[in-house]
């Protein structure tokens, strides 16, 4: 899997690919985050528990929208893999995206950073 983009899943709304970046799983996400979608996301990053890095990286900057639910299922990803001793990274988010998580006030809870991760290289 390393450097090759592996589709997880895709419904017309949201799409999502995996791959391996400097040794950290990598999920990037393009489209819209949206209640009928975030229980599928949800259960993705959920099976990242079970990973042996020490964080998982969403690289946001392909998502145009985030609703309610699909911000509530963001921040409970990040409690359960934070309870698992694991980081999740949000990247690069954009636009509406990038001011909802400051208007939110998510950028003193979570983990964003406002690059993509480079590919080969680690995120801090």
């Not at 709304?13 to 996301?41: A, H, P, Q, W, Y």
């Not at 985030?66 to 934070?82: A, R, T």
């Not at 690069?92 to 208007?103: E, I, M, N, V």
Request: hydrophobic share 35%.
């Amino acid at each position: 899997m390393i450097g090759t983009m592996t589709p997880l899943w895709y419904n017309g709304n949201m799409k999502i690919t995996c791959e391996l970046r400097g040794g950290r799983k990598t999920f990037s996400i393009s489209g819209k985050i949206v209640g009928t979608d975030i229980v599928e996301l949800c259960k993705i990053l959920d099976e990242s528990k079970e990973e042996e890095c020490d964080s998982i990286v969403v690289d946001l900057s392909n998502v145009g929208f985030i609703d309610s639910h699909g911000l509530g299922g963001l921040v409970y990803s990040h409690i359960l893999l934070e309870k698992n001793a694991k980081r999740l990274i949000f990247t690069a988010p954009q636009g509406y995206t990038k001011s909802l998580f400051r208007d939110c006030g998510l950028e003193k809870v979570l983990s964003i950073v406002d690059l993509p991760p480079s590919r080969g290289t680690t995120a801090s």
